[in-house]
């Protein structure tokens, strides 16, 4: 009896150092693992390895671009119809009346060769002769709004062909072509003669001794217009837009002088400070005319 009960206990303790074993040697794998990844892992992320990554991406990329480049060689290079690469020349047509030259002159519609590299809008260096097969060609410098794009000359002769638009300084004209287009509205210079006498009137808006001109501008879609008045810069001489205003309605207009009897926001006739321009449409009479105090235009409801 009693060396059963020893053998039992042999036989437990025996148990309990298997079991420690066991664990101890779980243990020691589980930190030669730990250890394991530990080095691995640094190996991994150490600079000289990314680097050395790095370099060889950056190899693999060198060697694509090169021969992206060779590929690009490859492909002909672009040549105009006159057979340079890449010139900065521009086919223009004269649209002032004339311009003088040393010996002779241009005249409206004469074509021109314009060195964009050295041309803006308000001034542009000019060949007479094609500058692609004269190298030696002169270069003669003019006011920029004495030309447009050849490509336009046919839209801008329909659109200036009636009288008093035909008469109109050629920077005016560019302006009109220009500063058409107002809310989503396209806005054309009228094709009626009846009713381009009644569309541009002159005066001194802004009341600096210069001569200005305001335009009626139509959308004949939605019978609608549009008034632009155009002044003079009196440092440059050069036009720009001084007023625009849409109307819900085909407006027709025409000027008045400074001291013509009008009402301005009173209950009777006054006399104009400026001259001004009367605006009539089916329901409509207006008179604008120059603020010299608040420097801007300003319009009156007439009865």
Partial sequence: MENNINENQTKSEEIKIKKNTLYIGLGVLALIIAVILFFVFKKKNDPETIAGTAK???TTLVKDSAKLTTDSAKTPVNYDEYGEEGAPFSEY???ANSLALPSG???????????DSRSNDSRKVVFLDNPYTNKNATTYEFDGSSFISDYQFDEYKKNFSLAP???????????LLEDNYS???KYTITQNADRAKSSVAFGDYDGDGLKDVAVILDNNDKQISRILIICTNSATKLPYTAFSENYTDKMRINSFRKGASVIMNSDGLVSSPQDGIIGNAEDLKI??????SLQK????YQE
Avoid: C
């Fill in 287 to 292: 008179a604008i005319i120059y603020d010299s």
């Fill in 183 to 185: 809310n989503g509205n």
């Fill in 105 to 115: 002159k241009l005249n409206f519609g004469d074509k021109v060769y314009v060195d």
């Fill in 56 to 58: 060889k991406d950056s």
């Fill in 297 to 300: 235009f300003k319009t009156y």
């Fill in 165 to 175: 638009f035909s008469g109109l300084a050629s920077g005016v004209k560019k302006i």
């Fill in 93 to 95: 047509r004269v649209i």
